[in-house]
């Protein structure tokens, strides 16, 4: 068994920069590097996607940029790598990752897939109500585009067992990504809470990549982060107990300490005694945190509970289409005029017959943002934008938002600013709801595949 | 002396669902207790008024001087359903920031980032 088990996060998010994914699998001595590349909705996102593009894989449409920049280090070390890039295909992806290892002259590595979180075709049997709500699930019936089950570590653990090198995903719950090199590595049984809490404790803290290393963290006089053009992803040092040690990469930029944990630890979080996942339920309340060097903070005691008898789902469905647009005022008086075009474009709508479940016209510098809670008493801004957002069961009316801002070019207000629409100014909505589906309901699949 | 929260604590928040979390977390052990004693779920709550259409829990780490806000209904309908231009809430913490509390005047080495705008 390995003494100390060297785990590195290479994304936080299908977007995240991939550079610093480079440098952990190069400078970070991982024995793991783990990558979370997605959000609550893009499977059915990918779901859409498929539909109309016969040419979209289906997997992560970064997989080639992030294999490619990491590959021939992980090969050169040996190090193993947990992705869910696969989205709504882990087989395609872990086929392309197999051309990119030929590619890099390695023959031999074992690719694992890991299917059987998608559900689509079972969900309404399967499940009973909608947790946001209490509806029967069934009242999704006709917006259904994708359900997916939020899988655990287990079968990325069975994958590891079977001598995979790289395990590629669909749909897995993020901290279970980072704890499974953990449950494989030291042998912990998939009941054993205490350990489990803590590895998924881990595994939440490193899901989001530089957010526990000094991302979206830093406020200028308050929390100050050297280079923060530079940041390093989080590495764990963790240990056979499930504690461990959380750094970066010595020479990035960024910083470990107690305030980025501390935040990090609850993003996301509602009771931090009651953390679910599919693995084991996680207690935050008993972590201990000590600054033990220069970005180097131990995490010891995240506590844990028995797993519950049911698995999450995610549901998407199509529930209709945003429009919105945005114009611009400034100097003296730019609110004033705005105002006045906001007045004039509620009128239009009326005129119009805007059919809209909510519409939305803000000022970007007063109450675009934060909406009601805005301080009443502020300054006038020098400048203000009006953003204004429909929301539709058409396409045909979304549009209608953007085709009413164009009329404010010459039929609006004085010293109106507005750009030449340059892109689609609608876009699709899909809702995601939950639910809950019985454990054993669920059946994982692996496939291998070898370069 | 009243002073604003963001000299007290520093926040985060995350989304899920219509559901926005904003962590807030002293930046002085001894701070702590002056910003759990003062800033409950009410007046939590009542800060944001309009922008949380739901009710808000407090769940405290006292040990390391955390607080966890959870507030239902705060993103306009959840992240794919919002209109509003930051739907996932991102920036929502940073409101609680002119939150007021006071402390007293022997804590003021205890504060940070005092002077940072001028205040």
Same mark, same amino acid.
């Given at each position: ?5 060297r785990?590195?996060a290479?994304?936080?998010w299908?977007?995240d ?7 952990n699998? /190069?400078k ?14 893009t499977i059915?996102?990918?779901q859409v996607?498929a ?5 979209? +894989?289906? $997997?992560?449409t $970064? ?8 590959? +021939?280090?992980?090969?050169k ?35 694992a897939? =890991? ?9 309404l049997?399967?499940?009973?109500r ?7 699930t069934? %009242? ?5 585009v994708?359900a997916?089950?939020y ?29 499974a ?13 205490m ?6 404790g881990?595994g939440h ?10 991302? $979206?963290?830093a406020?200028p006089?308050?929390?100050?982060v ?5 940041f ?5 040092e ?6 461990a =040690?959380? %750094? ?6 960024g ?13 996301e979080?509602h009771?931090?005694?009651? $953390? ?7 207690d ?5 945190l000590?600054q ?5 903070v ?7 509970k +028995?797993?519950?008898p ?6 998407g469905?199509a529930?209709?289409f945003?429009g919105?647009d945005?114009?611009?005022y400034?100097?003296?008086g ?9 007045k ?10 805007l059919d809209?479940e909510?519409?939305?016209?803000d000022?970007?510098?007063v ?8 301080p009443?008493?502020? +300054?006038?801004?020098y400048? =203000?934008?009006?953003?204004v ?7 045909e ?6 085709? /009413? ?16 629409p ?16 019985p454990?054993e309901?669920i059946?994982?699949s ?5 370069s | 002396?009243?002073?604003l929260l ?7 928040s995350?989304?899920?669902?219509? @559901? ?5 977390v ?8 002056y910003?759990?004693?003062?800033? @409950?779920?009410? &007046? ?6 309009? @922008?949380?259409?739901g009710?808000?829990?407090r769940?405290?780490i006292?040990h390391?001087?955390?607080m966890?806000?959870?507030?239902q ?6 992240v794919? &359903?919002?209109l509003?231009l930051?739907?996932?809430?991102? @920036?929502l913490s ?5 939150f007021?509390?006071?402390?007293p005047?022997?804590? &003021?080495?205890?504060? &940070?980032?005092?002077?940072?705008d001028?205040e």
């Amino acid at each position: 068994m390995k003494s100390t088990l060297r785990v590195g996060a290479g994304s936080a998010w299908w977007g995240d920069r991939v550079e610093p994914a480079a440098l952990n699998a /190069e400078k970070g001595d991982l024995d793991y590097l783990c990558f979370e590349t997605m959000a609550e909705a893009t499977i059915s996102a990918a779901q859409v996607r498929a539909r109309r593009d016969p040419t979209f +894989p289906g $997997y992560d449409t $970064y997989l080639d940029d992030r294999m490619r920049a990491v590959l +021939p280090h992980c090969l050169k070390r040996g190090t193993k790598i947990i992705s869910n890039q696969g989205w709504i295909n882990p087989e395609g992806a872990a086929q392309r990752i197999v051309h990119w290892l030929r590619e890099f002259g390695a023959h031999g590595v074992k690719v694992a897939a =890991v299917s059987g979180s998608l559900i689509t075709d079972r969900v309404l049997q399967l499940t009973d109500r909608i947790l946001e709500d209490g509806q029967p699930t069934s %009242t999704l019936q006709s917006q259904l585009v994708s359900a997916e089950v939020y899988l655990g570590a287990e079968p990325i653990v069975d994958a590891l067992k079977q001598g995979a090198h790289i395990v590629v995903t669909g749909r897995v719950a993020d901290p279970s990504i980072f704890m499974a090199p953990m449950m494989f590595e030291f042998g912990w049984d998939a009941l054993d809470h205490m350990r489990l809490g803590a590895g998924n404790g881990l595994g939440h803290l490193m899901e989001c990549g530089a957010q526990v290393t000094g991302g $979206y963290f830093a406020d200028p006089g308050f929390k100050d982060v050297p280079e923060p053009w530079n940041f390093g992803f989080p590495i764990a040092e963790v240990e056979s107990d499930g504690s461990a =040690v959380l %750094t970066k990469v010595a020479g990035t930029g960024g910083a470990v300490n107690l305030q980025t944990v501390k935040e990090q630890m609850l993003y996301e979080v509602h009771d931090p005694a009651n $953390y679910l996942t599919p693995d084991v339920v996680v207690d935050f309340t008993t972590t201990q945190l000590e600054q033990i060097g220069l970005d180097r903070v131990r995490v010891t005691n995240i506590s844990g509970k +028995p797993r519950t008898p049911t698995l999450k789902v995610s549901i998407g469905c199509a529930e209709g289409f945003i429009g919105e647009d945005m114009f611009f005022y400034a100097g003296p008086g730019a609110l004033r005029r705005a105002q006045l075009a906001k007045k004039i474009l509620e009128e239009r709508f009326k005129i119009v017959k805007l059919d809209a479940e909510e519409v939305r016209i803000d000022f970007l510098g007063v109450n675009a943002i934060h909406g009601e809670m805005s301080p009443k008493d502020r +300054p006038e801004p020098y400048e =203000v934008a009006v953003r204004v957002a429909a929301r539709t069961k058409t396409r045909e009316e979304a549009i209608k938002v953007g085709r /009413e801002v164009d009329g404010m070019a010459v039929s609006g207000v004085s010293m109106t600013g507005k750009r030449v629409p340059h892109q689609d100014r609608t876009r699709e909505i899909i809702g995601v709801w939950s639910s809950l589906v019985p454990r054993e309901k669920i059946t994982p699949s692996l496939s291998f595949y070898e370069s | 002396m009243n002073v604003l929260l963001q000299h007290v604590a520093h926040c985060r928040s995350g989304d899920k669902g219509n @559901t926005s979390n904003i962590v807030v977390v002293a930046y002085d052990e001894a701070l702590y207790p002056y910003l759990k004693e003062q800033l @409950t779920a009410e &007046r939590f709550k009542a800060f944001y008024d309009g @922008t949380v259409k739901g009710p808000v829990d407090r769940y405290t780490i006292d040990h390391l001087w955390c607080m966890n806000f959870v507030c239902q209904g705060a993103l306009g309908g959840g992240v794919s &359903r919002s209109l509003c231009l930051d739907n996932y809430g991102k @920036t929502l913490s940073a409101g609680i920031l002119g939150f007021e509390l006071e402390i007293p005047e022997g804590m &003021r080495g205890r504060l &940070r980032g005092m002077g940072a705008d001028g205040e």
